[in-house]
């Protein structure tokens, strides 16, 4: 089953109305137009899914341009509107770094920042995230030699110091989700913890601030001691 957009423009009509969007500086408005048209297409495959299950192009399928920028370098795709962000990562770009562990939101394994915010990449449509600096595990080290880990994020080389991981499967959606939680409490984000124990004016992070500003984030070998130990070095809290 098609969604139909019986008051949406289409074709010429449509490119010029988003044109004139544009020159006014309604970008809200093309936005909301765009995603309503993704999610239209989302539905219908949605729909066309349950009844052609296992086929490898269905009728709601529909490859469309798009340039994501990961790690600083731009590229050029041409995705089905309903790929997320992980699989356009893992499957298009190569980036393998980013690990699908549940799939649902539940797990953490696919966190990646965007614009500097951690997000589950299993959850995010990679049209979604167009226009916007995507950066993963992948793009955190500057380093010219692997071998060299002082060259390192200091969240990476926070994880190696204190052995902050065991298979490593959880590892690069908890290093991509600890830099962003050090940020935030840098510029004084706070925690539920904050407000249960009071401490609301630049809460140092402890051990419990540290838990719940990476609960989102699931080890299945439950390194979590020495991965709090590793997010509290780089957050400079005293032991
Ligand atoms: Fe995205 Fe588990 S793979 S949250
Ligand atoms: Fe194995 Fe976290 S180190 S899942």
Do not use: W
Not at 87 to 107: P, V
Request: contains cysteine; proline residues 3%; charged residues 25%.
């Amino acid at each position: 089953m098609i969604v139909p957009f019986d008051t949406e423009p289409e074709g010429e009509e449509l490119e010029q109305e988003e044109k004139e969007l544009e020159k006014h500086g309604l970008h809200f408005e093309l936005s909301r137009r765009r995603f309503m048209q993704t999610a239209g297409v989302i539905s219908a495959g949605v729909a066309v899914g349950a009844h052609n299950a296992g086929a490898a192009e269905t009728p709601g399928s529909k490859t469309q341009a798009i340039t994501l920028k990961v790690n600083g370098q731009s590229k050029a795709l041409s995705l089905d509107a309903r790929t997320s962000l992980l699989d356009a990562l893992r499957e298009s770009m190569e980036l393998t770094g980013t690990k699908k562990g549940c799939d649902h939101g539940q797990c953490g394994a696919c966190t990646v920042l965007i614009d500097g915010r951690r997000v589950n990449s299993c959850l995010t449509l990679a049209f979604a995230a167009e226009g916007s600096e995507i950066t993963t595990i992948e793009g955190l080290a500057t380093h010219s030699d692997p071998k060299d880990a002082s060259e390192l994020h200091p969240v990476q080389a926070a994880f190696l110091e204190h052995d902050g991981y065991q298979c490593g499967y959880c590892t690069p959606g908890q290093i991509c989700s600890a830099v962003a939680a050090v940020e935030e409490h840098k510029r004084g984000d706070l925690s539920i913890v904050s407000f249960h124990t009071g401490k609301v004016d630049h809460p140092e992070m402890t051990d419990d601030e540290v838990r719940e500003r990476m609960s989102g984030n699931i080890c299945r070998c439950g390194a979590y001691p020495n991965i709090v130990a590793a997010v509290r070095a780089v957050s400079g809290a005293s032991a």
